[in-house]
């Protein structure tokens, strides 16, 4: 055997020590045709079926490597088993988001759709492009969601990858078109950073969906800003549900859509949103508690601006609403400081009253306690209202943008443009 021979088989022998390699090469031509080529080398990486591949020569705490070029996959579907789940442990690692691409094939219509799936934990993926190819799913309505990736485990982790033609069909039609989904009720260690959402189709959907626990830092997501004259699209930038022991949403962006931050099925305990841009969006920050309430949150210098086309439709639109919704719910100890709460591009429109700065409500037999109001810069032309019952609400060092309107709330000066609200 010659030298080189040796190591070559070497290299072959050490493949699940330092990972598995993989090549784009001929992955369209081969998809569903479960074939596998190669070693898994680095000098002799697996090519063929991608499904196949990730099914079937990948074992749990592994390194995938992926190469450049586009990775073409059926999607996970439960119903048509095309994708054999991650298993635990697995890192699925890119050359860049720019150099490697997975991307579903449109050939496999009217199902609901995940690009990359698993129900284990302690995966990560990492710098690649996740092309949901939506397009014509949303010109024909052929399914109710495509959803590009779908992590429900703890300790997963999402990084530096960008989801792209992600598609929603409408409110209502579940599965929501949640983009880069992570976590499940009572699942915590889980993070995504760095990425970035965009190009989404339809009118239901989230740019970064976190149930539990999570780490939530760096990314972008891009929506297209609500049109004027109808009703809301249902697209949300980041929704964190059931966050427990703690989650952090810190210095990340969103442009468009309705709300940037948005919460209403799970409550959340023990949450800080802090350091993001929310930018022409209808709703900054939207803790409407529809079914749990919220304790311990802390909405922290953000900078939010309001999209002001809505020249005919109008609804309930303000930059910061925290509520209740339920009978015996309380919302307790909420810090709101230092944010900037303005128009986009400082535009007012003519408001109907259902527009402005922030709404604090709350029913029949709910409650809003230990509400801290301060430091925070609200355009003076935004109402800022309060709604049913409030227990020990403290406001003070807020300062109006465009005007001067300075009001009074529980013998604490400091809101702008403020209104009680039976």
């Given at each position: ?144 969601a495509i959803i590009g990736i779908e992590l429900t485990g703890s300790e997963e982790t999402l990084e530096h990858v960008t ?125 409407t508690g529809d079914q749990y309430p919220y304790n311990s949150v802390i909405i922290f210098h953000n900078l939010m601006t ?22 015996g719910q309380t919302n307790l100890n909420i810090v709101v400081d230092g944010n900037i709460v303005r128009y986009y591009k ?77």
């Amino acid at each position: 055997m010659t030298l080189l021979a040796a190591a070559f088989t070497f290299a072959d022998s050490v493949v699940a020590a330092g990972g598995i390699w993989l090549s784009s090469t001929n992955s369209l031509t081969y998809l569903g045709q479960q074939t596998n080529f190669g070693s898994g080398s680095i000098t002799n990486p697996y090519y063929g079926d991608f499904d196949y591949i990730m099914g079937t020569k990948v074992p749990a705490n592994t390194v995938v490597h992926l190469g450049g070029g586009v990775f073409w996959t059926k999607g996970s579907c439960p119903a048509a088993n095309h994708i054999t789940t991650i298993p635990s442990g697995v890192t699925i690692q890119g050359d860049g988001q720019e150099v490697t691409t997975i991307k579903r094939s449109s050939t496999f219509t009217n199902l609901n759709l995940t690009v990359l799936g698993s129900t284990n934990s302690g995966i990560s993926v990492k710098d690649l492009t996740l092309d949901c190819n939506g397009s014509a799913y949303a010109l024909n309505s052929w399914s109710n969601a495509i959803i590009g990736i779908e992590l429900t485990g703890s300790e997963e982790t999402l990084e530096h990858v960008t989801d792209i033609n992600g598609f929603g069909y409408a409110y209502g039609l579940s599965p929501e078109g949640f983009q880069l989904y992570i976590g499940e009720y009572g699942q915590a260690g889980n993070k995504v950073i760095g990425c970035t959402v965009s190009n989404f189709f339809g009118q239901y959907g989230d740019g970064v969906t976190a149930i539990g626990d999570c780490l939530i830092e760096g990314n972008h997501v891009f929506f297209t800003p609500q049109p004027a004259g109808v009703p809301q699209n249902s697209v949300f930038g980041i929704n964190v549900v059931a966050s427990s022991r703690g989650t952090l949403v810190i210095d990340n962006y969103v442009y468009g859509g309705k709300d940037g931050f948005h919460n209403d099925t799970g409550g959340d305990n023990n949450l800080v949103i802090a350091n993001n841009v929310f930018e022409n969006v209808c709703v900054g920050v939207n803790l409407t508690g529809d079914q749990y309430p919220y304790n311990s949150v802390i909405i922290f210098h953000n900078l939010m601006t309001q999209q002001t086309n809505y020249t005919v439709f109008h609804d309930q639109m303000f930059v910061i609403q925290i509520g209740t919704t339920q009978t015996g719910q309380t919302n307790l100890n909420i810090v709101v400081d230092g944010n900037i709460v303005r128009y986009y591009k400082d535009v007012p429109f003519t408001s109907d009253g259902c527009q402005g700065g922030m709404y604090i409500y709350g029913g029949p037999n709910q409650l809003n306690k230990n509400l801290t109001i301060i430091n925070n810069q609200i355009d003076a032309r935004m109402p800022v209202e309060l709604g049913g019952n409030i227990s020990n609400l403290y406001a003070t060092g807020n300062i109006p943008l465009n005007g001067t309107n300075f009001a009074v709330a529980n013998e604490n000066p400091g809101l702008t443009n403020f209104v009680l609200v039976p």
